[in-house]
């Protein structure tokens, strides 16, 4: 299996709700990322998780709160986001070392 | 700070008609260069990675090439089906084996028939 699944592909929140993306890869990587993508720009970075345990944080605000039950999973959290907030969403995988990553399909998030 | 410059931000060009486009980059030390492919409303979908000067690698139409301060991607004789985003990034070193992806603003290609 050499895919990362996210899900939901599509997701509506208003901005009391509470909802989560899930991530999961079964290649064996060890380090997992989320990255958020407005239109037309680049990936931005958002968190990294290496081994299990959050290594970086790029200042990311606390309404997003990032969470690796195990060595395939990668959840995101979203809590009283702002419509700024929607883009798309994505998850990559990588083995441990200077490799390159593996992409999901991402979810589109649209906050109203 | 590591940066990350493409050109040209557009790219039109006919059915058959080669062309390069350019990623240069600035990093304390590079550890690896990245191409990715990006269709609309997809993921990222890996094509190369260079890590030395003087590298490359080719797969079907595309030719990545390295040098010290800049990277190429060469389409020969594009099609349609290679109409998409192409983006480059530069691995930066963050601690131990951590490390992040830093995407250029990519380029959008358009392939017309």
């Known amino acids: 299996d050499t895919e990362v699944t996210q899900t939901p592909k599509h997701l509506v929140m208003g901005m009391t709700n509470k909802k989560s993306l899930k991530c999961e890869q079964h290649m064996g990587h060890r380090a997992m990322y989320w990255y958020k993508q407005k239109a037309k720009k680049p990936p931005e970075l958002m968190f990294v998780y290496s081994y299990e345990k959050l290594s970086i944080n790029e200042s990311v605000p606390s309404r997003f709160s990032p969470e690796c039950p195990n060595s395939s999973l990668l959840n995101l959290h979203l809590h009283a986001l702002q419509p700024e907030d929607s883009a798309l969403y994505l998850c990559?995988?990588?083995?441990?070392?200077?490799?390159?990553?593996?992409f999901g399909s991402g979810t589109r998030l649209t906050v109203v | 700070e590591d940066q990350v410059t493409q050109s040209p931000e557009a790219l039109r060009l006919q059915e058959g008609e080669s062309s390069s486009l350019n990623c240069s980059y600035t990093?304390?030390?590079?550890?690896?260069l990245f191409w990715y492919r990006q269709d609309p409303g997809k993921g990222p979908e890996f094509l190369f990675t260079l890590y030395s000067a003087g590298e490359e690698k080719e797969k079907e139409r595309l030719k990545a090439t390295l040098t010290k301060k800049e990277s190429f991607l060469h389409i020969t004789a594009p099609k349609p089906e290679d109409s998409a985003t192409y983006l480059c990034a530069v691995q930066e070193a963050y601690g131990g084996a951590t490390n992040k992806l830093i995407f250029g603003t990519g380029t959008l290609l358009a392939v017309q028939p």
């Open positions: 990559a995988s990588s083995a441990q070392g200077f490799y390159g990553y593996t």
């Open positions: 990093v304390s030390g590079l550890r690896g």
